[in-house]
């Protein structure tokens, strides 16, 4: 028998040409097994009439009225990059169009980009393609860099298609498609474009200890403050633990993270927990569900360079996070779980929800500033991890979508991680796309495989990973032979001559048009040098293995070269370390002096503590052009005399260039006198104002830019010294 169902009635309800599923349909069905010859049973509740409300119902409809589908574009969910791609492909399109234009008379088809793409034959829409490779320059003149791999020229044709479907309402006739898709494998071909994909080297725990290491330790890379260290061992350490996108780290927020103090399961005190949730993942077509990621505290573990729990705590105690009045790690250590509960958490402050983990940190008036607000940008993060890779001497830059290559590869080499835990970590819809992109194609453990021998997992690392390539002798900076390369290139070159044209010609005419077309040229010679300088660097660098192999094979063949030469590492230069930074890699390096929980516990402490501390330190910002180059020790004697009264020469020349530029009529007494700093040009009304920008802003320089001598200033008292002397600045 049917059961009794009370049905509202939907026209009173809901709309009646509704798409959306809904319990009030009329085809909605709770699951009964009533027969639709079944007369219904009458619905005898009853119904009030829906009262509308004034004033809302008028607002709700002109909203309505005034939204339509067509006011949404079509890519308004596409990440920014495929969006910037397409833009590109129809910018080009226009400028295509402008050229056929040029050439054609007036009235022509090529008036309308979007007509003469909708009439566009095959013919023309490949010749477009073939176009594409020839551009040199882009948007406001900039040199580009070229097509010069299938993936990218294939990516082209994709955007290009899509912008033809959106103008002509339909998709490309599958004749044309094919025939042009022939067309683009033969110019593969013949311009011998790379077709092989970039090399998935991953990167494991062996690699990441020393780079954090590298971090912590050196002063060849610097930052504004010293928060901007802690936060890039934190984000890369993030990365090998979640195997997750750098986006969805880098715009990790407070309201993404629990902190918890949890119930021992082997017995004991309770153990400090971090929940992670990235919320920025990637999304195509609609929203992923997201993975939340937990890590109990682990006591004794392999190094304090790779505990998140040292580096996130020491952030959040520097941020004053939490709600309750927590200072330190001791006192978080102090709380109990009470019975009957499994864990504490500790809360963060409501009002920092929105507060970025890994922020912006920017100079302000010559002061830096942590922005909170805002996230870390992608230049700051590839401009630190570009250099410490070069301080460490990878062959290549790392980035960050290599811990997915690695961790991905643990993961599916793990016997207790199935393959639908790894593709739901991963967020991959299927096995293939790991296959087919993540999984390293560089396989070592054939021999073992065919000879039935156990795997050597250390071995399947060493050969595998990035750290392979690492050589601390690879060059950072060019060399006198590449130097003189940069100056012969032709591009460099051709650029200066026609500067030197555009100049003869202003001289000559004194013409105020040229006035813009050489401020270009003068553009166009400095980018041209950085290209150089760049290439060859870049070419200096992948040839120092093949050349300084050869170098090192001989000398040890001849005994020039002993095993005891070797060094582990490159040497510190422990007179440049501060004290602060000093403190904090002593913190963070050291090792357990004894197997207790309660030594674990003060070390773990002790790390934290220094970190909090070293966050607001100042290290002076990046460094800029070459290395400074230590002096011999005869000039630090002589350096030395001058504490005595005793000028060099070297600094009496630069005294009498100073007084004899200042005598010059060109550079007349104003009646308001002006101070202005030797160091970066800026002007001031009073000496006051400069001693206050100077002492924060360049009191940690070693190098004057003013006098030019190639001079650096080992120590603090010596460059006040010649601060003093020579420019008259009493600091």
């Known amino acids: 028998m049917a059961r009794n169902r009370h049905r509202c009635r939907t026209t009173d309800l809901v709309d009646t040409e509704s798409d959306v599923d809904s ?59 495929t969006k910037k791609l397409r833009t590109r492909i129809i910018e080009r399109w226009q400028r295509y ?30 010749r477009f393609l073939k176009w594409t490779l020839s551009l040199t320059r882009g948007r406001k003149n900039r040199k580009l860099k070229g097509i010069g791999t299938a993936g990218s020229f294939k990516t082209d044709w994709k955007n290009f298609r899509i912008y033809y479907q959106k103008l002509k309402g339909e998709k490309i006739d599958a004749e044309v498609a094919r025939r042009i898709r022939i067309g683009i494998r033969k110019v593969i071909r013949d311009r011998k474009m790379k077709t092989q994909p970039r090399d998935n080297v991953p990167l494991y725990i062996e690699d990441m200890i020393p780079f954090n290491e590298t971090i912590i330790t050196t002063r060849q890379k610097r ?51 971090i929940d992670i949730k990235p919320e920025y993942v990637k999304q195509l077509l609609g929203t992923k569900d997201l993975n939340e990621f937990c890590f109990p505290e682990i006591i004794f573990g392999v190094s304090l360079v790779l505990s998140p729990h040292v580096f996130l705590f020491g952030l959040l105690f520097h941020a004053n996070a939490f709600e309750p009045n927590i200072r330190s790690m001791e006192e978080l250590r102090r709380l109990f779980i009470s019975r009957g509960r499994q864990q504490l958490e500790v809360p963060i402050k409501r009002e920092m929800d929105d507060y970025y983990i890994f922020c912006k940190v920017d100079t302000v008036n010559g002061k830096p500033r942590i922005f909170r607000e805002q996230p ?71 021999q073992e495989a065919v000879l039935g021998l156990n795997p050597d997992q250390t071995w399947k690392r060493a050969l595998t990973s990035a750290s392979r390539w690492k050589d601390w002798g690879r060059p950072r900076y060019l060399d006198d032979d590449a130097k003189a390369l940069v100056d012969q290139d032709p591009e460099l ?82 007179d440049d370390v501060p004290p ?13 002096v004894e197997w207790t929980l309660e030594g674990e516990w003060q070390r773990r402490n002790t790390a934290s503590h220094m970190i909090v501390g070293y966050c607001d330190y100042e290290e002076g910002g990046p460094l800029r052009g070459r290395p400074k180059t230590k002096r011999s020790t005869d000039h630090v ?89 020579v420019h008259h600045l009493r600091t």
């Open 637 to 725: 004697n002589r350096t030395s005399n001058n504490h005595s009264g005793v000028i060099g020469q070297e600094f009496k020349e630069s005294y009498h260039k100073e007084e004899g530029s200042r005598t010059k009529p060109k550079y007349e007494q104003k009646e308001e006198e002006i101070w202005t700093c030797f160091q970066c040009l800026k002007k001031y009304t009073k000496k006051s104002s400069l001693l206050r920008h100077f002492r924060p802003a360049h009191l940690n320089d070693r190098r004057c830019n003013s006098c030019n001598d190639g001079w650096e200033h080992l120590e603090q008292m010596h460059w006040q010294r010649h601060i003093d002397e």
């Open 223 to 273: 930052f504004h403050l010293g928060i901007q260290r802690i936060m890039l061992c934190l984000l890369l350490m993030l990365g090998l633990f979640t195997a997750n996108r750098k986006r969805a780290m880098m715009r990790l927020q407070y309201k993404h993270i629990l902190i918890t103090m949890q119930r021992n399961p082997h017995g004991g005190p309770p153990v400090p927990s």
């Open 23 to 81: 319990p009030f349909n009329s085809s909605y069905t709770d699951g009964s097994d009533t027969d639709l010859t079944e007369p219904e049973v009458q619905n005898h509740v009853r119904t009030l009439p829906l009262k509308p409300v004034h004033g809302t119902e008028n607002t709700a409809t002109a909203s309505c009225q005034r939204f339509d589908l067509s006011d949404i574009e079509s890519d308004h969910d596409q990440p920014d990059g």
């Open 493 to 574: 070159l051709d650029a200066i001559r026609h500067w030197d044209e555009l100049e003869e010609a202003y001289e000559r005419d004194l013409d105020p048009e040229l006035i813009p077309a050489l401020s270009e040229a003068q553009r166009e010679v400095t980018n041209a040098r950085q290209r150089a300088r760049y290439k060859q660097k870049n070419d200096m660098r992948r040839g120092f293995s093949r050349k300084n192999a050869i170098i090192e094979i001989n000398g040890q063949l001849s005994g020039a070269i002993l095993p005891d030469d070797d060094i582990p590492h490159p040497p510190l230069e422990a």
């Open 376 to 446: 870390m940008s992608d230049s700051s993060y590839y401009s630190a991890v570009k250099g410490i890779s070069e301080i460490m001497g990878f062959l290549n830059c790392i980035f960050y979508h290599q811990f997915r290559y690695g961790t991905g590869e643990i993961l599916d080499s793990t016997g207790w991680v199935s393959d639908s835990q790894r593709n739901l970590i991963m967020n991959h819809a299927s096995t293939s796309t790991f296959l087919e992109y993540y999984r390293p194609r560089r396989h070592a453990n054939m």
């Open 97 to 126: 169009c402008l050229v056929k234009a040029a050439e054609e008379p007036a009235g022509s088809i090529w008036d309308n980009p979007e007509d003469a793409l909708r009439n566009a034959s095959r013919s023309i829409m490949f």
């Open 580 to 592: 602060e930074m000093a403190c904090l890699a002593k913190a963070l390096l050291s090792v357990p």
